[in-house]
């Protein structure tokens, strides 16, 4: 009993952020409340790490981590009902997820976890990621599963381009997925899709050359303009000239006085990036686009000196490159002091003519102060804070930010500077989005996350961030409020006013509107859609998948009858709950997700199959390489290399026996708190 609780104690692997282990197909939800007739015909969808190979509950995890799952309410048209809510999960079928489907020698996932990547010694790092290259090399050989030949688990998010739905994550290309059933068609290379009928089998993401695989690696969070109908996305990748950039416009759009009728944009390289970074997301405005180049690096080279592939540098600084969106070239350098921002809320442009010409670039972002929430998303310890200097130290936060980059005319020597840099409200706030109506223009209102229980998204280690309120912030409001009297740089805030100063608010012109959740409940990332026929750009409704811990046994785990709620609340007053549809089942704790209208279901493009999943009885394992193959995975090093789990002397031997014998087991093992000898004695 004292092991298994050992086990489920990960806050990121318990509670309902357990992955769940049933798929549905379309099933029929009961509800209560009035469904509004705009989501008739459409279909809310969220994505999110569910992993697979779920055996080892004490192995390094990470929020971050897992394969890809859809969760999705189709709302219906019935003729003699109305509209019916159904519910449909299924996971993304990946190259990863189908090598392990059915694969019984492993019992942690294929990838490391982001969590081994931030945090563990370098030789088990390097462990975990040979292992990873063992696997993929493994799977090219008879017997295997699946070639593994995407690395993406496509967990992140979900949009809809050309006539195509798409996961996405920032390992690989987006998979076009199919509406509303959730089916997986195929890898999306920005001219056609897996499975599709070959229309155009040009190269796109990534070229054809030998780095191709690299390239092809497409941020989780590619944008696509409301009304050119462009898909905008940037490829991070580990080796000079680390960022590629390409624009993919819409063959299905139909022509208007706003379509540009250009080529694809594919790869071009974005200069003055000057070491391997990781960047979550970027901003994109109607014609500028902006990249972020943090203090947050993702170098490979690092493992080999003993330092974690993903590092944060709190004495570094934060780089903001604005260029026109089809001349990357033409990039221009704002500079400023470090921070981490892993979402844009929303970017625009305004041109000024008076008194002097001038085109200024605008960005709306959730900004952190430190890297301390990628580490409490692992249930880790951040490391202890380096010695900078009393300039650079701030207190932890995240916040929905501001920032103003005037551009300085081609030709100029004048060196850019950031005009305005202040938070707009001091509540934590995260997972931004606005309605997609207004995207890339000067949205008035950005919705998201927030929560009372703590002052930021990062957590004590051992707990995880929960959402209880969803959050409503007028920028327009804010902005002009800060521009008149400008607060502090970097530092100040408009609206200083906490949580419960806000929920005290009789204010019906209130810039910060929260809807709390009632005890026990949590929300997720909060979807608008419009009222048809809307008399404000805040006139529809938030969507958003809630859960009810109440459920949770006295372990603080969900039974199989555990089932959360799909919540449509009233956007424009952030009060009312109009509709629930309860669930057949929970969806746990998950990432990003999107609307995806009637229209854009009807005119997705035609798919000659799905992918299918490998069924282990077909596997040929008559032939000495493929019982060779099936020898190395099943002894040589799947198996965890801490004792503690391991299930054959051969792994014991290989692994904890020998970094025993050399001193080394607490420098190896993943738990150091538990070392090997330890672990085998319990």
């Known amino acids: 009993m004292e092991e298994d609780h050992f086990q489920s104690s990960h806050p990121y692997l318990s509670g309902n952020f357990a992955p769940v282990k049933r798929a549905r197909p379309l099933t029929w939800c009961p509800h209560s409340g009035r469904i509004p007739p705009e989501l008739a015909g459409g279909q809310y969808i969220r994505n999110g790490g569910n992993p697979l190979t779920n055996e080892d509950l004490a192995r390094d995890a990470h929020w971050f981590d897992g394969d890809g799952m859809l969760s999705g309410v189709f709302f219906r048209r019935e003729p003699k009902k109305g509209v019916e809510p159904y519910f449909v999960n299924q996971y993304i079928l990946t190259d990863v997820y189908l090598n392990a489907k059915g694969n019984r020698n492993l019992r942690r996932p294929l990838l490391p976890s982001i969590s081994t990547l931030i945090d563990a010694s370098f030789l088990a790092t390097v462990l975990a990621v040979g292992r990873a290259i063992l696997l993929i090399v493994l799977s090219r050989l008879p017997g295997s599963r699946r070639v593994i030949k995407k690395i993406s688990v496509a967990n992140t998010g979900v949009i809809y381009h050309d006539g195509r739905a798409l996961a996405t994550c920032e390992s690989g290309p987006p998979m076009r997925f199919q509406l509303p059933g959730l089916e997986t068609v195929g890898w999306y290379n920005g001219r056609k899709a897996e499975n599709e009928p070959c229309i155009d089998d040009r190269a796109g993401f990534g070229g054809e050359n030998l ?12 944008r696509v303009d409301p009304i050119t109908k462009e898909l905008i996305s940037i490829h991070v990748v580990p080796i000079k000239p680390y960022v590629f950039y390409s624009v993919i416009p819409s063959k299905t759009k139909a022509g208007s006085k706003h379509d540009r009728a250009r080529r694809p944009l594919f790869d071009a390289s974005i200069p003055g ?3 391997p970074k990781m960047m979550h997301d970027f901003g994109v405005a109607t014609h500028y686009t902006i990249i972020l180049d943090l203090p947050l690096s993702m170098n490979l080279t690092h493992v080999a000196s003993g330092k974690p592939m993903i590092a944060y540098d709190p004495a570094g600084r934060s780089r903001y490159g604005v260029f026109p969106r089809y001349e990357p070239n033409k990039i221009q350098w704002f500079e400023t002091k470090q921070c981490l921002i892993f979402h844009t809320a929303n970017c625009w442009e305004t041109l000024t003519v008076e008194p002097v010409a001038e085109t200024c670039i605008h960005l709306v972002a959730c900004r952190l102060t430190s890297a301390t929430v990628l580490y409490s998303a692992g249930a880790l310890s951040p490391p202890p804070p380096k010695a900078v200097p009393p300039e650079y130290a701030e207190e932890e936060q995240c916040r929905l930010y501001y920032y103003n980059f005037p551009l300085v005319p081609e030709g100029s020597d004048e060196q ?12 934590p706030f995260e997972f931004p989005s606005v309605s997609p109506q207004y995207a890339m223009t000067a949205a008035r209102f950005v919705y998201g996350c927030s929560m009372g229980s703590q002052c930021h998204f990062s957590t004590a280690l051992g707990k995880a961030a929960k959402v209880d309120y969803l959050a409503k912030i007028d920028t327009e409001t804010l902005i002009a409020r800060g521009t008149a009297h400008p607060p502090q740089q970097i530092t100040g805030c408009v609206d200083r006013r906490s949580i419960d100063q806000v929920m005290g608010s009789s204010d019906p012109n209130d810039p910060i509107k929260l809807f709390p959740m009632p005890e026990n409940w949590y929300a997720q990332e909060p979807r608008f859609v419009a009222r048809r026929g809307a008399s404000s750009e805040d006139d529809g409704w938030l969507l958003t998948y809630v859960f009810d811990e109440s459920q949770l046994d006295g372990r603080g785990e969900c039974g199989e009858e555990a089932k959360s709620e799909l919540w ?15 669930l ?19 005119g997705q493009k ?8 490998a069924v282990e009885a077909e596997l040929d394992l008559s032939s000495p390489l493929s019982q060779m193959r099936n020898m190395i995975e099943k002894y040589a090093i799947l198996q965890d290399y801490d004792p503690m789990h391991a299930t054959s002397v051969f792994t014991y031997i290989q692994w904890g026996g020998m970094f025993e014998l050399w001193g080394l087991s607490d420098v190896i093992s993943p738990h150091p708190d538990r070392p090997m000898r330890e672990a085998r004695e319990a």
């Open 568 to 582: 449509v609340i009233d956007a424009k007053h952030m009060r009312d709950v109009v509709a629930k549809i309860h």
């Open 273 to 275: 990036v000057h070491s």
């Open 416 to 427: 850019p500077v950031i005009r305005n840099q202040w938070a707009l409200s001091a509540i």
């Open 211 to 222: 780095g191709s695989f690299i390239k092809e690696w497409t941020t989780g969070h590619p």
């Open 606 to 613: 035609a798919a000659q199959c799905f992918r299918g999943e």
């Open 584 to 602: 057949p089942q929970r969806v746990p704790y998950g990432l990003h997700g999107a609307w995806f209208s009637e229209k854009e279901i009807a």
